[in-house]
């Protein structure tokens, strides 16, 4: 299985601000994705991102609060824009090998003041 | 919704006992998944169980799926303390993967 590394593992940011997320994987993967995971909640996925098309963001996200880049198969970064304490939450990047099967980062657990 | 509804909520049991916890999903399903998460980190993948099996087992854990009733669960047997994690289950179809709503579990030492 893959292995998912992100930068930061947390920070405290203040409001108005935007902090830029980073995921690398150790091989290369067609597609990853974006999760947020808000305190005692479910993984809500914020968007899709294949390498050399613009990502595909789900119902309630939109790219100018949630920038993704996907320069190459085995890095992707997620900038959460102009934050809010609503934003506070884990946020996930995974990918999907196998066809099947999707991998987690460890996530990166942002609170907001 | 497709999210999964997960029950229950919360399980308290002690070190040694059985847990169960189940999974219902509304669509159908290329395959069910289930995933193990320690407090505020990352999702680790436990077992996979395709749209046609009925039945899986990995170590101590084993998980069953009905698609006539659109439903899963998982049953960690002989429980132990580091089995304290929340629990998901998350549903494949087509190209979307949708989480469950999770179960969170306590082994008491």
């Known amino acids: 299985s893959a292995v998912i590394s992100q930068k930061p593992s947390r920070d405290i940011c203040q409001r108005g601000t935007s902090l830029t997320i980073q995921c690398q994987v150790d091989s290369q993967v067609t597609m990853m994705f974006w999760y947020r995971q808000q305190p005692g909640q479910s993984l809500t996925l914020i968007a899709t991102?294949?390498?050399?098309?613009?990502?595909?963001?789900e119902s309630g996200f939109v790219i100018d609060k949630f920038p993704i880049s996907r320069p190459n198969l085995t890095f992707s970064t997620l900038t959460v824009s102009n934050m809010s304490p609503e934003d506070s939450s884990i946020y996930l990047c995974s990918v999907e090998q196998g066809g099947d099967t999707q991998y987690f980062g460890p996530g990166t657990r942002l609170t907001v003041l | 919704s497709q999210q999964g509804e997960e029950d229950p909520q919360a399980l308290s049991i002690q070190e040694g006992e059985n847990a169960t916890m189940n999974c219902s999903y509304k669509t159908s399903i290329n395959n069910l998944q289930w995933y193990r998460q320690n407090s505020g980190r990352g999702l680790v993948h436990l077992i996979l169980i395709r749209s046609n099996e009925r039945e899986k087992h990995s170590g101590r854990l084993r998980v069953t799926l009905d698609t006539s009733k659109k439903s899963s669960s998982l049953l960690i047997t002989a429980s132990r303390a580091a089995d304290t994690a929340s629990y998901f289950c998350a549903t494949h179809t087509g190209n979307q993967f949708y989480f469950g709503t999770g179960t969170s579990l306590t082994v008491i030492p």
């Open positions: 991102a294949n390498q050399g098309s613009e990502a595909t963001y």
